[in-house]
Structure formats: C-alpha cells, structure tokens
C-alpha cells in the first residue's frame, strides 16, 4: 500500500500547484490521476495554446506551465499513479483515508484533496442504439493493447489523432482495416493525414469518408458493423472490433459516490479552507463551488495553498508557521 | 442597432427571446455561459479544440451566418453526436449576423 500525508485527486495544474505547497509545510504528496500523463486538461485538451492570466507570466504556453509547475514540486518529491481513477475512499477509525483506484491500488492518506477540475475524462461514446451491448465484446474507446488486432478486421471511427495515429500503426498489424470518417477533413497533424490516404491509395487501408457507423450486428459478439454514407447509401463489413476513437470528456465519475455535498457538478466547500463537509477532504480548483467560484488556474493556486495549512494543522494538531520562501528558499525533504 | 436577440429553445419547445448588446466582444460560448447554460461547458477556452460548447442552429439558412471554418469543422465532425447544423458557440462571435438566430443547447455535456 502508498502511504503519503495527502493524496491529490487530479494532477492539472492545481493538484500540481498543492504539492508545493504541501512541500514547505513538509507534507508529501501522492497524486492520482485517469489521464496517463500529469497536467490535466491543459497536456490533454490544448498543450499548445497561450495562457494570459497566471500572474507574473504575460504568456505562457500550457504545457510550458505544466512542466514549471512540475519543476517547482520537485524538491518535494512527489509520487504518482497515473492512468487510474480514484473509485473508492473508505474513512479509518482515526480519521485517515483508504484510496482504491480502479486497477485496485490502495493507497493510505492522511488527508485528501480533490483537484479533479471537470472530472475524468472518458471517451465520447457514439449515439448507436445497441452500443453497450457490445462493450467488451468488440467495441473499443481505446487501444491499449495493438496485438489484439493482430490479423482481425477491424474498423476505426473518428477524425483526429488518435483515429489517423491508430490507423497508421494497425495498417499493418490488422487483417483488414477500414478507416470511416463522417466529413472529408481530419483533425489531425497533416502529415498524419497524408500518410492514412496513401495507405488508402496503396491498398493497406479502406478509408470510408463522409460516412458513418451506424449499427452493430453480431450473436454475443461484433461481427459485422452497417456503414452509413451521408448520401443514405448504407452497406455492412465483416469486423471483430470497433474501436470509436472520438476524443475525450470529462466527466464527474465515482467523485458523485463519495457522500459529498455536490451541486450543479462541483463539489460544495467552505471558503475559510475549502474543506467538503466530509472532515480530512478537501476540494480546489475548477471541481470546487462557492459563492463568487472564478473557475480559473490562477484562483486554484489560492485555494491549494490556504488548503495546504488547513490540512497540516488537522495532520500535525496545530495551526501551522507561515513560511516565507523569501526567507528560507526553498528546502527540499 | 444597439443590440440583438438570439433565440434559445426551451424544453416545451417554445423560444426564450436573448437579448445581447453588440460591441461587447464575446463569443456566444462566453454569453450562454453567463446566463447560467451549464451545458456549455467550453474547456479548452474558446479554442475550438474539446467541442463542449456545441449547439444546433435551427434556422442557419433563414439567417446572414457565416459558415463554420475548416478548423470549426474538423472539430465537430469528431463529435460522436455531430449533426449537420451544429456549431461550436465560442466560434460564434457576437455581431449583427446572429441576429434572430434560433439554438438548441444541449441537454446533456458531451
């Protein structure tokens, strides 16, 4: 089992941020997060778009924020499990917190701080009536493992990276591949791009634009998936899997389990400290609501902070000393 | 004129009239956010990149819009849930041209 002194939920920027701060009140962190990399939705959604509004940085780029913010954690060393979503929190007798993600890690906390911003991101998932039936039995949102495709039919949905990134990759590991996409434009790096329509031209691949999926046909498991083109001409393929790779969203996941005071999808807090009404838990940054909330970075980095002393004078029994980095630089564990 | 009236269908599907002054530099993502729509999510800012501030427009050909740009579309053609009058409502900026438009906002976040 981890130990650590507080377990962040989440690690974008706000999460991030708290290890800090954590760090001078010599508390460690351990952070969880679904994403398979730290930064939240800024290294997921839009690495390379300008942020304006992070004090003292007329721009910044928001991976660029993302490794600073990892660099300023380092000296408190920090631990990770990443890929894998908080499911569970059970309470111990002295007030402490078991964690179990979804891939059954446990890990011992103190305290805990939500930074979970919008949720977890989950794939979108297409309007097919009988979709979840097939779930686990061919139908895929992501590819873990390419050797499951290993001379299988399979089809890929989807007009962005990942659909063109897959293609490319499965072109030569799949028995047969058809590509659809519903318009004639990807989402993707051009060169991406140019590489799935010579696969297209060369054979390697079928590439099924301006059409979409729109059935799913098979006794137990997928065998057949009806192609539908936006002319309303349909035909079904022959297919073992279906991976539908249309992007991410968040979502507010077991967070919605945990006995929380939750409204409007973010979790209630107490503006003194942002504790939840569940004692030892805490919630900042965007997954946070009160009165006059300003869902940005910048007011997360507050909230981190004012949560850190919180948390060391319910861990340590007294309020902590402010510490001036000023003063002390910053000393590492 | 001094301001415009955007359209917003309700549940009952009758239309909440929006009044919104021009000039005021936002895009519609910004302006339904403030009035409260919480399916309109705009993660990414108003990048056109996470697709959560989609709404349908329901009369695109009754009015002066402009149409969507290859970025706008690249984006909503990954939408799972994409329907050929769908925008994305932080590439809607507010001027004169979504005067009388008439949206549909999402009942559910993507």
Redesign the interface.
């Known amino acids: 089992m981890i130990t650590t002194d507080i377990c962040i939920i989440g690690a974008g920027p706000v999460g991030l941020f708290a290890i800090f701060e954590a760090g001078l009140l010599k508390m460690r962190c351990h952070l969880v997060d679904y994403l398979p990399q730290v930064g939240g939705?800024l290294s997921e959604?839009?690495p390379k778009?300008p942020i304006y509004d992070i004090p003292g940085y007329p721009i910044v780029g928001a991976q660029e924020l993302v490794d600073n913010l990892m660099e300023q954690a380092k000296p408190f060393d920090p631990t990770f499990t990443l890929g894998e979503r908080v499911e569970e929190i059970e309470k111990q007798e002295d007030g402490s917190f078991i964690l179990t993600t979804h891939l059954d890690t446990k890990i011992h906390a103190k305290v805990i701080a939500i930074a979970g911003g919008?949720g977890c991101f989950e794939p979108?998932?297409?309007?097919i009536e009988n979709l979840a039936d097939y779930e686990k039995n061919g139908v895929e949102y992501m590819v873990l493992d390419p050797e499951k495709y290993r001379n299988k039919k399979s089809v890929i949905a989807?007009?962005?990276d990942s659909?063109l990134d897959w293609t490319m990759f499965l072109a030569d590991v799949a028995a047969e591949l058809t590509m659809v996409?519903?318009?004639e434009?990807?989402?993707g790096a051009p060169d991406s791009v140019d590489k799935v329509k010579q696969l297209a031209a060369d054979g390697k691949i079928k590439l099924e634009l301006n059409s979409n999926i729109t059935g799913l046909h098979g006794a137990g498991k997928l065998e057949s998936v009806t192609i539908t083109n936006n002319d309303g001409t349909a035909k079904d393929i022959p297919c073992d899997y279906y991976l539908?790779l249309?992007?991410l969203?968040?979502?507010l996941g077991p967070i919605a389990n945990w006995g929380l005071n939750i409204e409007?999808?973010a979790i209630n807090v107490d503006t003194r400290d942002y504790s939840t009404n569940v004692k030892g838990i805490y919630a900042i940054g965007d997954i946070n609501n009160y009165e006059g909330k300003l869902k940005l970075i910048l007011c997360g980095f507050h909230e981190a902070a004012i949560m850190c002393h919180s948390a060391s004078e319910l861990i340590l029994g007294k309020k902590p000393t402010l510490k001036y980095t000023t003063v002390n630089g910053v000393n590492s564990f | 004129m001094d301001s415009i009236t955007v359209y917003i269908q309700q549940d009952d599907f009758s239309f909440q009239p929006l009044e919104i002054p021009l000039g005021i530099q936002m895009s519609m993502m910004e302006v339904l956010k403030g009035e409260g729509y919480?399916t309109i999510?705009g993660?990414?800012?108003g990048?056109a990149?996470?697709?959560?501030c989609r709404v349908e427009v329901l009369n695109k050909d009754e009015i002066n819009l402009e149409g969507a740009n290859?970025n706008e579309?690249?984006?909503l053609?990954?939408?799972?849930?994409?329907t050929g009058n769908c925008r994305l409502s932080c590439q809607l900026q507010v001027t004169e041209k979504l005067d009388g438009m008439k949206i549909r906002i999402p009942a559910d976040?993507?």
């Open positions: 939705q959604i839009y778009k919008l979108r998932k297409p309007a989807g007009g962005g659909a996409h519903r318009g434009m990807f989402r539908a249309f992007g969203s968040p979502k409007k999808n | 919480e999510e993660i990414c800012g990048m990149l996470c697709g959560t290859d579309i690249c984006m053609e990954t939408l799972p849930c994409y976040t993507l």
